[in-house]
């Protein structure tokens, strides 16, 4: 993850890299989780930022920590809910391996 900064310290560009959603347990399309994890992830960097990296730069190997989701959601729920366990361990709420 990198962040940078305007001239009045407010981020200008996050960008996101996660290597791997594993979905074990899961009846879905995993494409149509990615798509919607993508989305509801974007949306909530837009409207939340990421308050780990407020400082600058932030590098996580690892977030744990984050609740179990039941294995019966759609394809889009499951993204999006992905989406917010993510978002909620890069603001802190987690544990995060760097």
Known sequence: MGVNASPHGEPREI??????????????DP?????????ELTRLIRT???????DGALAADALTGLPPLPAGLSARRLGQELARAVHEGLSGHGEVTR
Request: proline share 3%.
């Open 48 to 54: 939340h930022g990421v308050p780990l990296a407020s």
């Open 15 to 28: 960008r996101v890299e996660i290597g791997e959603l594993a979905l074990n347990g899961f009846a879905v």
């Open 31 to 39: 494409e149509r989780v990615t798509d919607a994890f993508e989305r």
